[in-house]
Structure formats: C-alpha cells, structure tokens
C-alpha cells in the first residue's frame, strides 16, 4: 500500500534538495581532477566533463536520500546502471542502421562477447561514474576487442583496450619480459580513460573524441582543419576518414541501442549483477601461478582472465605488487598464504646472460634441460641469446632469490640467429596462414610465429607485414673464359649438327 504524506512533511526535503544543488553545481566548477590507480596517484589539471541534466538530477536525488538517512534503491543489474548513465549525443544514419542489423543477427557472438565482459564491467563502470564520463564508453571494449584482454591486432595493439605500444608507454603501461600492461584490467582501464579524457579535452565533443582514440589525434586534427578551410562543417559525419574510423563509432552506437532495447533486437544480455566481481590482493614474496591458483580455489584460465598481463608461471612480487582474484577467492587465498608463510612459494627465478650464449650452454650454466629452457623463455629454433638479456630460470643453488625491483621492470630478452641470416619483410597475400606463408618462403611455422610475436593459428590479412630470416646465398661465380669459349664451341657444334 503506498504511504500518505502530509505535504508540509515534504517542506524540510525540498529545502535540503536545493541545497544540495547549489553544493553540487559549486563542485562541479572546479577544474581540479584527482585521478588515482593503484600504486600511483596522478593529480591533472583539467576541465571536468559536464554532466547531463539526468545525471545532475540523479546525483541530487542520491545526495539528498544520504543526507536525510534514506537508502538509495539498489541496482541489481550492471546493464541498467550502464543505461542510467549513458549521456553523449546519439549518432543517427544508415551505417549506425548497418552495424545494428550486424550484432542482432549474430545473437551466439553477441551473448559470448556479453559473457566475456562480465569480471571487468563493473570496474569500468565505477572508474567512468568517478570521473563523470559517460557510460557508453564502457561498450567500448566490445568494439576494440570483444572484451578480450588478450587480443593482440596484426598492428600489434594489445589489451581489451587495444593500445599500440608507443601509446602504451606515453600513458606509463610497462611492457618488459614480464608483463604487459596494456593486457592489465586497471592499468589499461586508468590509461584508456585518461586518453579518452584527453581527446574529448582537445576536440569538446565525444564522437571526434572516438575518432580520434581509432585514428590518431593528429589525423582528427588535420581532418578538422582541412574542412575548416573549405567552408565544410567539421563534425563526425562531415569529416574524411578511412573506412575503419567512419564505421567506429556508429558500432559504438549500434551496441548502444541495443544494450538500451534488447527486447528490441531479440538480443539476450547475461545476467551481470552490479557487484564487484574481484579483489586486489597485495603480493610480497615470489610466487609461481601454479600454487596461487592452487592456493586460490580458482582455474588458471580464471586466474589468467583477470591477470592478462602476466607473461610467465612466476609472479614477481617487486613488479607485480598485486593480484587480482574473484571476490569469494580473495580471502581464500589470504588465509591459505598465511599457511604457506615458512614455505618456498616460487619455483622459478630471472637470470642475466653475461654474454652471447647458445640455448645449450645456457641450460648448462643454470642447470636446465635445453627444451625446457626454450619452453620457459618461447625462444625458436638456432637462436642465440644476446648478452644482458634476461631468463626466467628454475631457482636451484645460487638462483634462489627473489627477482629484483629493478630487473623485474627493466627485463627484456633479446635473441639473435646462430647462423649468418638475412631479414626479409614479406606480405600475405589473400587467404594466406602463417603456414602456407611460411612453406611458401621455406621456414618453418614456428620461427615465423616466433619472429613476429604471433600464435601459430593467427589471421593474416592481405597486404600484412611479415618478418623472416633466411641464410645468405652464396653468390654465383663468374664464368670464366675457358668456360665461355667451351660453351660457345659447343652451341657452333650443336647448330651445325641441326
């Protein structure tokens, strides 16, 4: 039965309700962000992104109930926290049509893509609401990389948020031996907002903010300028892009519609409930991923959902601080570490080439078969190590430590062919595989894989860049002149036998 209440009751809120906006409109004129990750604080001066009149009124609402002592209605599902957050203009034309007719037919891609998304939405939620951004940007994912922090493109982005390396480094992703933080759920997460924050700063408008996240802020910015010396509007739809940027952001669009109606597009969205999915937990000893999944409860392909970033079975407590494990699991391994405190918790350990060795007298010096050394280091067939390149080794003798700060943020590994090769770059043509590419060329799949940092099964498109190595060809000795005048002698004897 609905309450009754007397309208003088009502007075004191509407008071309160006013008040708080003026409190809110005051916070929003500051132009001071403090933007925080784990193990680093950044402070940036920057213009707050407006918010929508919905949102100025769902904050006041909010604000208002916890001054009065009133529980706000709980949101049981992320996807309509996502909606109640969506706040960029709407995008409308037929290619925007086109990608909604793509997803709605392929309703098995569209709910495996939705599933995969499930330990990471909730963050990227939290992080967009905490800096006032729109929540359509948390679809994003899903038009970069499905939602799959180990996607790597035939341009060598990698991560869910699809970073270039050069990017990654001007927004402080690590890239060593070790890790990857362009594949890391909060670093790539902090460092693709930040960007985007950027853009939409540059341009004040959050589809060229798109654009330019797809095509570069230089291209965007030489797109604008062009129109703007032909009298043309400079606009999303009014600008010249290549086919990829036109169709980026009408994507974005289109899984925006239909995560707002999926009843609309017959699409069925998983059940996502809006809770944290996982836990940071502090890591200060070594350990191999083996004993913390073991420790955990938990799969290694759960772990590895959630820790992208890891190259190798060990995790470096001096570059790899913390973990991330799901919310239930997180407690779990506390308690079982607490157990493990007097026990060895790494098996494996980084060891420094002191000068160019073979693969065999490596394993000879650390005491390692020569495959497993391989195995452990992804190191192809007749390569060599150089000298100052890092290995993750067994820890056995002298090689039972911890790894150093310092190496576990500086590691790389650097090989070099055994024998005198010559680089090639080659291209795939159509329908090539690494296979038939690599039959066609005369090496084996594995080298050209390892050559250019792909998985054996990889897509090739046609026209892609491709690294080889291949020995040096004897050069062909010039004929002499005996030799000459012979075969001369012989070519008279064959005409006159004619």
């Not at 400079?234 to 290549?242: A, E, G, I, K, R």
Request: glycine share 4%; net charge positive.
């Amino acid at each position: 039965m609905p309450v009754r209440l007397n309208p003088d009751s009502l007075r004191p809120l509407k008071i309160l309700l006013i008040s708080v906006t003026i409190a809110i409109l005051a916070g929003c004129a500051s132009t001071t962000q403090i933007t925080t990750a784990p193990a680093r604080i950044e402070v940036k001066e920057t213009a707050p992104v407006p918010m929508t009149p919905s949102q100025m009124e769902a904050a006041v609402r909010l604000r208002a109930q916890s001054q009065l002592g009133l529980k706000a209605p709980e949101q049981q599902d992320i996807w309509e926290r996502i909606r109640q957050g969506f706040s960029m203009p709407d995008l409308v034309n037929d290619r925007v049509k086109s990608r909604e007719t793509w997803y709605a037919s392929r309703p098995d891609y569209m709910l495996r893509m939705t599933e995969r998304s499930r330990p990471y939405l909730f963050h990227i939620v939290e992080e967009l609401e905490r800096r006032q951004m729109p929540t359509e940007l948390a679809l994003l994912p899903f038009v970069e990389s499905a939602f799959n922090p180990q996607a790597v493109s035939s341009a060598k982005a990698a991560g869910m948020w699809q970073f270039m390396p050069a990017t990654g480094r001007t927004f402080d992703l690590k890239q060593n031996l070790f890790m990857d933080e362009r594949r890391d759920v909060l670093e790539s997460t902090r460092a693709a907002l930040d960007y985007l924050q950027k853009l939409y700063g540059m341009f004040d408008d959050w589809h060229l903010a798109l654009a330019a996240y797809n095509w570069g802020e230089g291209n965007v910015g030489r797109a604008i300028a062009r129109n703007k010396a032909r009298g043309k509007p400079t606009d999303y739809d009014s600008l010249t892009m290549p086919e990829e940027t036109r169709y980026y952001v009408p994507k974005l669009q289109a899984l925006k519609n239909i995560i707002a109606n999926p009843e609309v597009y017959s699409a069925e969205l998983p059940e996502i409930k809006n809770h944290p999915y996982f836990k940071s937990v502090s890591i200060e000893r070594d350990i191999d991923v083996n004993l913390a999944t073991r420790l955990a409860g938990i799969s290694t392909e759960d772990f590895k959902a959630l820790n992208p970033s890891l190259k190798h079975p060990v995790i470096l407590a001096a570059g790899t601080p913390q973990i991330l494990l799901p919310w239930d699991n997180a407690d779990t391994f506390v308690r079982n570490l607490d157990q493990h405190a007097n026990r060895k918790l790494a098996s494996w350990t980084a060891w420094v080439a002191p000068r160019n060795m073979k693969v065999e007298d490596v394993a000879k010096e650390v005491g390692m078969q020569a495959g497993d050394l391989r195995q452990a280091n992804n190191i192809p067939p007749r390569m060599l190590v150089r000298a100052g390149s890092t290995l993750v080794v067994l820890r056995k003798g002298e090689l039972d430590n911890d790894v150093s700060e310092h190496l576990a943020e500086t590691a790389q590994l650097s090989l070099m062919p055994e024998v005198a090769l010559r680089k090639i770059i080659v291209r795939a043509r159509k329908g090539d595989t690494l296979t038939r590419l690599a039959a066609r060329h005369g090496v084996s799949t594995s080298n050209l894989a390892a050559w250019n940092n792909m998985n054996a099964g990889a897509r090739l498109s046609s026209g892609q860049r491709l690294t080889l190595y291949a020995p040096y060809r004897a050069a062909k000795k010039a004929p002499t002149r005996s030799s000459t005048r012979v075969a001369s002698t012989s070519k008279s004897r064959n005409k006159r036998k004619k």
